[in-house]
Each structure stands twice: as C-alpha cells, then as structure tokens.
C-alpha cells in the first residue's frame, strides 16, 4: 500500500529551512556592514594613516650647526661638506667580510677599522656607521660602480664640524662627537628627543656643549613617497630645518693665541677678565689638544698620547686646575683685615724673618726680616709674618666667611660645564672631609698657613681672576662669562645674552683703596717691578710662589735639587690701569719658581695688547718660551699687523 506524505508538514519544514539560511544570510551581511562600519568610521584616521605611512616615509632633516665666533667675529667654529661612506650592520650581513671587500676598492686604513668597530659597540645594529670619511670625487665614483656589491653599505654627503685654528682655545671652545649611549638615554628621556631625529653628534666640551641647544638648531622633516621596496621616488612635502644660532664669545683669540704662545711648551693657566662687565678676555689652559681629533671619533693612538700624558693636555687647568694661591692671596687677606677690624692701614707688625707659634717656627721667604710692616710694606715686600700672626688673630672661619663670597671654593658660575670649587677650609670642612675623630678637629697651628695662601687653601684661576676683578672694581661683581651674544642664523638679528644684575660686596672704598695703592706699589718698587719698567700705564699686582711639595721647615727650598714637577709654582694676579681697571688677569706657571720671573712677565704682554694694542717681537716671544725675559725685548708689533695662521 502506498505512503501518502504528508504536503503541510513538508512545506512547514521547508519554510523553517529557508528562515533559518535567511537568518543566516543576514545576520552574515549585518557582521559585514558592522565590520565595513569599523573600518571605514570608527578606524578611518587610523588605517588611513597606516595606509599612508606604507606609501610615504618621514625622513628627519638634520640643521646645520651653529658658527661659534670670537668677540671680533673670527670663526672657531665651523661646518664643511663631505662624501663618507657608511655601513649599516643590521642589512650589511658578514660586516667584516664586507669590510675586507670593500678594501678592494677604496683605501681604508687600519685607523679606520678600528674606529668603525669602536662605534659598533656603542651603537645599535641599524645605525649607519662612517667606514670612510672625506671621500673624494673619484674614490665616490668607484664606489658607486659597484654598489650593487654591497647592500647595507651607502655614501652619503654630511655636514663635518671644523676648528680653523686647531688647538688654539681648545679647552674653551671643546669639541663635537658622536652621542654615546648613556646621551642618548638622556635625550630619549628629555622634551628635546624629538628635535634630535637623526642627529648624530652633541657638544662634548666647552661652548659646544654648554651651548649645545643654542648650537643644535631645529630639526626638519621631509615627506617622501616610496616604492613597495622601500626606495624614495618623490618628495611629498617638506619642512626645512632651521639651523642653529651662531654664538659670538668674549674671547678675543688673538690675545688667547699670544698667551698659548707666550708659554711655550710650560704648563699653566691664564684668565683674564674686563672687570666692568665680567667678560672673559682669555681663558688659557697649556698644553692645549686638537678638537679636529674628536669630530670623526679619535684613533687610538691619538687618545692614548693625550689620556697618558703627564702633561695632562686635556686637563682644562684654568677651570679644573686647584693650586694654593700663594702670595697672591695676601691682597684679599689685608682687605679682610681692614673690613673685619684686625688691623688698619697703619698697624704694625714686626716682622723678624720668623714666626713662631706652639712650639713651631713659621719662617718668612729668604729668612730675613723686614722690621716693622703695615699693610703696603707687607703688600709690597710680601711678608710672610704679617700674614702668620693676622690669620692667627682671625681665626680659620672668620677667613672663611670672608673669602666665600669673593669665590675662593665656590662655584663662579661661568657659563661653561665642569668648573671645580676647590678648597676653601673652614672647621666644618674639615669635619665633613675627613673620617677619624682625630683628623676632623682642627688644630690651631693649621690657622696660620693659611694666611700666606698655603695650607689647606686651593682654588682655580678663575676664582682667583674674578676675586682680583673684583677688587679691582671697587668691591661690585660681576659674573665671569664666555657667552657675548646669540646671532640667528635665519635673520640674522643679535641679541645678548643675559648676565645675572651685579652684586656689590659692600667693602668700604678707603680699605680697597688702601689694597690696591699697595697693588701698584709691587709693579712700582716691589717683586715685579723689572717687569713693568717702562711700561705706557700704571699696574696693580702681586707675584706669588706656591709649594708643589711640602718643604720641612728646616729644610731650605733649593729648586737645583728637586726634580722639574716638585718645583714651586709661579703665580701673579694684577689689574690695569690701576686708576680705572679695564682688565684683570690670573696666571700661573706650573713649576717654574719664583711668579715675579715667570708669571709676571706674561701678564705685562697681556696689559700691552689689551691697553696698547702691542703684540711682543719675535725677539721677546722665543724669550718668553724659555721663561728667559721680564721687561719687553725689541720693538713691539701693532696688534692690528698680526694675523692668525688657520689650518
């Protein structure tokens, strides 16, 4: 018998089926439209931008940097164009094989290689390293030949930091090199990171580096569009980099270049300042170093000859260089005695060749007495137990609050990095310095040293400097300075840079007057008189010996019979004209004896450049060189008739 289906229940069936692939249908198109929805709304900005981004590439501009100038507007500082071929060791593969192919067809020298291996291991795989710098035209064309050779490997044309005048004001201009790992850290971690796209090379020393930001400029971007391979086809847009400022100095090179001269092969420092505004006029450091040697990263070979030293070339010793002041320190002690009521002007000390306190005998220079001093003989004829028997009746912190804000062991402020504070002691100083009970109490008999600048007494030329200037200002101080003025490189408007307002030290004008007529009469009857014979204005100064070893006191200094560095150092500090001071100098020649002989000398060349426009003959140069001359040999030359060798 026949089934008969059931035609309701299969058309009921066949509805459900087809709702159920309806609904499936739909709910399958609502996930497409939900998902174009997503894409094409809520993620529009986002994948567009991707999509650009795979399309477009933005490439950093790198600015040119800053021009660094003298105050005259002689360029120490400069940029030059040139072709270095580099390797980037991520796409290079075997880097030392492509090393060794790549000798084939330029000269690479072992210097090189081993440059380009220091800064692989203080870079990152994809940084793009020099192999070759200063390529020439034709060396660039044979390489080019054969690129294909070499994938990872490209010549690119940059921007190289130059020093026309080589070593001269090294220490003070420094250097450029490229950022270590530890800067880039710092950057990565600064408001600036973004402006130091693609650069490679910060200030390391110096302007460069105090002025880094001034110096750098700012960064620009250039959108490229590129091909599926990533090589640019066409420049999209573009925004120019703007380069950084120029920074005109106080320094007036030639008279720097004279004073490095003037020493020779000696070591020393010289500052000079114009007390009237704080400028410095010359900040010598000898021996000096070549920047150049730093901008492609220094060989080797070059590092160690200036690292192991004993010369110690990279030591800036005007700004890090501490040393006992010596006799020089005698002026600020007798304006220290005038101000706190110690002495006056006309009290006397007898002075007997010798001072003796505990049980200990203090001897004077030459162990001759000089009978009864005041402030000028003691001035004048440096006496040494004037200064014993004040420093006993002062008391070691009653100096210290008063040299403090003269500078002695602090910072001066100069706008360059690294400035070292010294030694000013003080009976807190010495409890924080040392560790034993013993050695943290001070003892009575440690006072009196002091007194003649020696002792535990240390402090930079540049603090001695800016003491002197402000002296020779009457007490008003001002903030020593390198920085003149900021010029932009687009407009090319100047602008000075601010100096912090004067500070007065409130002295009274008899007690500094009193100081300074004792000043002039040392270049007029006292220790460096020989020095300023004949000379066209009136000086105030102040020779000053400093022991580089300690000498028993019954022991006579006999510079014959100690080695050359055991010897005493040469100091003197000075002003000019003594009526209306326009400069203030400090120097010191290391191990040279007696600062009358050797220290003097120089700053009378400094005063006949600066107030006479005289530069010394060849005659009195090569005499300076070999610390063989006191007054000016031969006829001077015009200032304005000599010129700068440039490399």
Known sequence: MTELRNVEMDSARFRARILVIGLTVLLAFMLVVARLVFLQVVRHDDLAEQAESNRTAILPVVPNRGLILDRNGVVLATNYAAYTLEITP???????????????ILEIHPRDKRRFKRLREDSRSFDSLP??????DEEVARFVAQRYRFPGVDVKARLFRSYPLGDVASHAIGYIGRINQREKERIEDSENQ????????IGKLGIEQSFEAQLHGITGVDQMETSAGGRAVRRLNSFPATPGHTIALTLDIKLQKMVEDLFGERRGALVAIDPRNGEVLALVSKPTFDPNLFVEGIDQENWATLNESIDKPLLNRA?????????????????????????TPGSITHDG??????????????DHGLGAVDLYRSIVQSSNVYYYQLANDMGVDAMHDFMKPLGFGQLTGIDLNGELRGVLPSQEWKRKTYRRPEQKKWYAGETISLGIGQGY??????????????LANGGTQYRPHLG??????????RRPIEQPAPASMGYKPSHVEAVRRAMVGVTQGGTSTRVFAGAGYVSAGKTGTAQAVTIGQKDKYNAARLQERQRDHALYIAFAPADNPQIAVAVIVENAGFGGAHAAPIARRVFDYW???QYPSEQDMAAMRKGQAMAPIGQPRAVADISLPER
């Open 611 to 613: 107030l006479l426009g």
């Open 484 to 493: 003149m003025a900021t010029i932009d490189a687009v407009t090319r408007e």
């Open 131 to 136: 192999i070759r710098t200063r390529l020439s």
């Open 457 to 470: 007494n240390n402090f930079t030329m540049l603090q001695l400097a800016y003491a002197t200037a402000t």
């Open 194 to 201: 973004a402006n130091y796209r693609g650069t490679e090379y």
């Open 90 to 104: 991520s796409k290079a593969g075997n880097v030392d094989k492509t090393i060794e192919a790549l000798t084939e």
């Open 319 to 343: 700004l890090r260089g501490t040393y006992p002041p010596g006799s020089t320190y005698k002026p600020f002690m007798g304006l220290a005695a005038l101000e706190t009521g110690k002495r």
């Open 353 to 366: 060749g010798s001072w003796t306190f505990g049980g200990h005998t203090f001897r004077s220079h030459g």
